[in-house]
Each structure stands twice: as structure tokens, then as C-alpha cells.
């Protein structure tokens, strides 16, 4: 969960991240409105200025009504005498701004008169009239005439304006007001998720490695949730481990350190004569100082890939022969059975032989370390793919020490780790052993494993290609 600190800062982002959601949708309704007003207008213009005859004025509309309800234009002096004229509620139109005519031609209507000497006459058309056919179920009922562009009056125009305005609003409203409550809803459950994982990711930056968002919101935003609190781990893990790695080396060079300064501090005091006998164990401390640097030199150049390997094909057998001599006398000094057996058919396998060579002795070194006095360590070199569909060798150490705990196993490769008492720092070493040998093998593309015997002991295996 969110730090509780930081619950005004998730506050405030949640709140400038629904601003700008809404804003968002507020600009895309705006621009809706925009561009349905521009083509609206567009359309408008292009009835005053180019009299387009596909459009009907409403007046047309009122006419060809009235037609549709008499059955013909008898009477129609009478729509002249109506108090509401029918244009009054889209601008007080003029009728002594038009001209009806029948269906052959003839002036019904004289620009709001009946009485002119045109009535009854064919009209004749003018250069500048403006014509609205009005048809009753598809046969031409009678003409609407304006004989010039006078006709377009500001309170016409406007009135027309706002009648093919209205709709537009309306929709545009009921549009805009529907893409808000989306955008409302919406932005409420993506705003939440992002603010804690933005809130979160502050929190690491400002070191506070344990704070975790909940999974939460659409998928995206779940697996941005759960890949956060994935980094948050490998970086809290990561952390602990640096801190780990510190105080594990500064304990494994405070104690050859303490003894080499004891040691000199009491020659130089006349305490031990400064002889062989107390001189050699300061050199010896030295050897361990020198080892564990060496060690974490060779780990450290090996976890960032960055250690040089002379790859070439080698056989696992003649290294495994050529460790065990180098070992044998240790071995038989603390009476143990040094075996090895090597396959036939083990493949070649390509990996640098120094390395490799140095992953065996590691692996002899902490085998003969912990197997007891009269136990036996063997070594075993065959080919991994039994059917031999596959290139592989693997080679496995062996011993009859104590083993390890099985809740310890995945550890037993982690630098400066040592298990238990049967384990411990007296059996020799930093820890740095198996750690050096897992990133050397991984190094060259093979893997390395450990498990315990059935029969008391360990085993560790690595396979290379």
C-alpha cells in the first residue's frame, strides 16, 4: 500500500490528472460542436449565396401544408389573413417577399397581394429569382418564387440560422453531456490506479523501496500495477542484497585484518619474537586477504559480464582428472576417498578450460572441506542427454558431509553464504565459492545446480553445452 505520507500527493496528482481527462473530453465535445457548426454554416452560406434549390425555406414547408390539407391552392388568400404568419417564429418573414405560382406557372400570390394585374398571369422569370419547387408526393404542386436576392433579409437570416441551429444543439448537448459522464466515469477508474502507481513511483525515488500499489483498474493499467511492484521488489531485494554484500565483506577483511595487526602490533612491542613461527601466520592472512579479493574481482567481472573467456572445445574428464591430483594429497590427509569417473562418450564441450578449471576446484575445495574424516568424494563426468540427441556434458561432485537443509538450498549459490554450524567459517572459505562458480558456468551458457544425497551428502551438478 501507499505510504501514508504520501496520501496528500496522490491526492493532488489524482486531482490534476482528472482535470486534464476531463479537459480532454471537454475540448473533443467542443470540437464536436465546432465543426457540426461550421458545416451548418457552410450550408447556410451556400443557400444565400449560390440559392441552392435543393433546400426549402420553412415558408415552402407552410405552403406545400397547406396544399396537402385543401387538396389544392383554393382559399389561399386566407394564409395572408392569419394573425400568426407561419414564418413568425423563425424570424417574422415578409410574404410580400414572394411569389406563389400553381402548377402551370401562374401568379397565385403577387408578393403578398392578390389583387395585382399578374394574378392569374404566367410569370415571367427573372435572372435573379430564387425557385423552390414545392411537390406533393413527388408531382410538382406549385412554384415559390423570390425574385431577387433581397429576400435575404438579417431578421430571415437569422432566423433561419437559429431553425437549423436547434437540432444541432440539441444533439450537440445531449452528445456532449453523454461523452462527459463517459469521460467522468472513465477517468474515475483510470485516474485512481495511475495516481498510486505515480504516488509509488515517487516514493521509491525517494528511497522508500517498500511501498507497493494495489492491483487495480482496467488490464493495462493491473499490469502496469503488478509490474511496478515487481520492480519494487527486484530494487528492494537488490538493496538488501548491497547491504548484505557490504557488511559480509567488511566482516570477512575485519578478521585476517585484526589477526595480521595483532601479530605485527605484537612483534613490534616485543610481545612474540619476530621469528618464522609468527611471521607465517601474518602471510597466511595475507593469502586469505588476497583470495577474497581475487574472488570478488572475478564475481564482480562476471555478474556484469565483463570477465574475458578463451572459449574453446575441452574435455570435462581431463580437468576433472587434473583437479583430483592437485587435490589428492589434501584428500588423504584427511583420510578421504578421492574418486572419478569419466563416461566415454562425454561430449567435447566449448568453454574457457581455466575457468571451468577453477569451477572444479572450487567444487573439490568445499567437498573435501565438509566430508568427514574416512568419507568419500567423487567426482562424475558424463554425457547430459543420455540419447545422445543433445551435445551436452555434465560433471558432479559429490561428497558425504552433512548436506544441507533443504529450505537452504536455493541459497547455497549466494555470495558470502554459509549454512549452518556444519558449514560455518571454520570448515574455511568467505562464501565466495559456489557463488564464483554459478557465474562462471552461467557465464558460458551452461547452469549449475545443488542437491542433497539420499544417502547423506551433496551433490553439485553443472552442465555445459
Known sequence: MIHPDLS????????????????????????????????????????????????????????????????????????????????????????????????????????????????GQPYSPQSQDIRFVLRVRGEQVGTLVYPNEAWVT?????????????????ISFFTGALTLLIGFLLARRVVTPLADVIGAAQAVAAGDLS???RVRGPGDLRSLSDSFNRMADALERNDRERRDFLADIAHELRTPL??????LEGIIDGVYPSDEDHVAPVL?????????????????????????????????????????????????????????????????VLADPQRVGQVIGNLMSNAIHYAPEQGRVTIEVKRADPNGNVALATLAVRDTGPGVPESDLPRLFDRFWRGEKSRARAAGGAGLGLAVARQLIEAQGGIITAANLPGGGLEVRFTLP
Not at 386566407?78 to 402551370?104: A, H, V
Not at 438579417?154 to 440539441?170: E, T
Open 284 to 348: 597466511e592472512e595475507t593469502y586469505v586477504l588476497e583470495r577474497l579479493v581475487e574472488d570478488l574481482r572475478l564475481l564482480t567481472l562476471a555478474e556484469s559480464r565483463q570477465l574475458h573467456f578463451d572459449m574453446q572445445p575441452i574435455h570435462l574428464g581431463e580437468l576433472a582428472e587434473r583437479a583430483a591430483d592437485l587435490f589428492r594429497a589434501e584428500a588423504e590427509e584427511k583420510n578421504i576417498s578421492l574418486s572419478i569417473h569419466v563416461d566415454a562418450d562425454t561430449p567435447v
Open 211 to 213: 511501498t507497493r500499489v
Open 258 to 263: 585484526t589477526i595480521i595487526r595483532g601479530r
Open 154 to 170: 438579417l431578421p430571415f437570416a437569422l432566423g433561419l440560422l437559429v431553425s437549423l441551429s436547434f437540432p444541432v444543439i440539441v
Open 8 to 119: 496528500t500527493s496522490i491526492t493532488q496528482i489524482r486531482r490534476r490528472l482528472f482535470v486534464i481527462l476531463m479537459q480532454a473530453f471537454g475540448t473533443v465535445v467542443l470540437l464536436a460542436v465546432v465543426l457540426m457548426l461550421a458545416l451548418l454554416l457552410f450550408a447556410f452560406g451556400n443557400l444565400l449565396f449560390r440559392a441552392n434549390p435543393n433546400f426549402m425555406p420553412p415558408s415552402g414547408e407552410a405552403l406545400r401544408a397547406y396544399y396537402v390539407g385543401r387538396g389544392s391552392w383554393d382559399g389561399i388568400e386566407t394564409i395572408l389573413e392569419l394573425e400568426g404568419r407561419p414564418y413568425d417564429r423563425f424570424g417574422n418573414e415578409d410574404w410580400s417577399e414572394m411569389i406563389l405560382l400553381d402548377q402551370s406557372g401562374r401568379v397565385l400570390i403577387d408578393q403578398g397581394r392578390i389583387d395585382t394585374s399578374r394574378i
